[in-house]
């Protein structure tokens, strides 16, 4: 499958994408969509064996060093533009939800209240159209298309996804775009030149991430009575993909205030106090009654207790303030329906997506 491409996408929740000034949008920003795209490629790439340059030492093409990495030939680096163009066609005007701020009272031994604050993103319910127009000739279009699929079914567009922003789904799961990618046949890189251990230790790879979903139950709680209404509204069930955040950050909480614990807390959990987001390993939202989300954690000899103590958190969390769980992560005792061979993982996650 080639550029070029044309995705129709609905908003499931609000979308944010920023603008030029970081905390006013104005529009849909393909810069934003771009840069979740490429860390899609990259962790998809590297599940497939591919050696890819990260963030923190791109490839640089000059007359030295002619070869860069499959996604720096897709994507650009320095010295090599990038082989495509991504343009947000809107259908109609920009309407924006109502940003919130909510404060989670119901937390004891805390000296300050857990407070989120939910800029005013696109309302959901908004269609675009993401056009993807070729520039010059590229290998691997197939890879990134398939990210893209990936990225619309199993992830989300643009930022504040940790709060559940940027879900969306297609207008028509039959449009074209769709019906080819569940025809493209992944090709693992032959002879697989990278080192599986290696490449595991701090880069997103598609094969250490997880998904999780679960239908709310029914409750009359009184964490919801407890939380402060200021700026929106503040819902059950709508915040209790919070509610699930606050319990997992409770329950990673170390007893003894031991450092290296309180460090891994707040490398999974992020940094969700003020207006400030960092680094939380796993984003989710409500949709429909249900909670679904995604996350990633590196996989290594020395994280490996480290990933199992909090995914094993986040999925018990799960189960307590959900029915009909459903959880896939490849190569863990957390799933036991999924295939076990990688190729066949990735089937599934293109032939069944969940929402
Ligand atoms: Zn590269």
């Known amino acids: 499958m080639k550029f070029p491409v044309t995705v129709s996408l609905k908003a499931q929740t609000p979308l944010w994408t920023g603008g030029a000034d970081k905390d006013k949008m104005t529009c849909l920003r393909a810069t934003s969509i771009l840069g979740g795209l490429r860390f899609w490629s990259e962790s998809l790439l590297r599940s497939l064996g591919y050696p890819v ?176 209404r200021n700026g929106g509204q503040c819902n059950y069930p709508d915040d209790v993909p919070i509610e699930l955040r606050c319990a997992v950050r409770s329950r990673l909480r170390p007893q003894n205030g031991n450092r290296q614990a309180q460090e891994l807390r707040h490398q999974f959990c992020g940094n969700v106090m003020g207006g400030t987001s960092h680094g939380s390993r796993y984003n989710l939202t409500q949709l429909n009654g249900k909670i679904y989300g995604w996350g990633w954690y590196p996989r290594n000899k020395k994280q490996n207790a480290d990933r199992d103590q909090c995914l094993n958190a986040l999925q018990e969390e799960l189960g307590r303030i959900c029915t009909a769980t459903r959880w896939k992560e490849f190569d863990s005792q957390r799933d036991n329906e999924s295939s076990a061979e990688w190729n066949m993982y990735l089937n599934e996650l293109i032939a069944n997506p969940w929402r």
């Open 53 to 228: 340059c990260y963030e923190q030492d791109r490839c640089i093409q000059d007359q030295d060093k002619p070869l860069v990495c499959s996604c720096c030939r897709l994507f650009g680096c320095t010295g090599l533009s990038r082989a495509f163009s991504l343009k947000v066609e809107d259908n109609e005007a920009l309407k924006f939800s109502k940003g919130r701020k909510i404060i989670f009272r119901h937390l004891q031994h805390r000296d300050r209240l857990p407070t989120w604050f939910l800029k005013p993103g696109i309302q959901a319910g908004h269609t675009f159209k993401l056009r993807l127009t070729p520039l010059r000739p590229a290998d691997n279009q197939d890879t990134a298309l398939a990210a893209l699929y990936l990225l619309i079914h199993w992830g989300a567009l643009g930022a504040q996804d940790q709060y559940g922003y940027g879900f969306v789904a297609p207008v028509d799961e039959n449009a074209d775009f769709f019906e080819k990618v569940r025809k493209i046949t992944l090709q693992e890189d032959s002879p697989r030149t990278t080192d599986k251990e290696n490449h595991r230790v701090s880069r997103p790879d598609l094969r250490d991430f997880f998904f999780f979903s679960g239908k709310i139950k029914e409750r009359n709680d009184p964490v919801f009575n407890d939380i402060i």
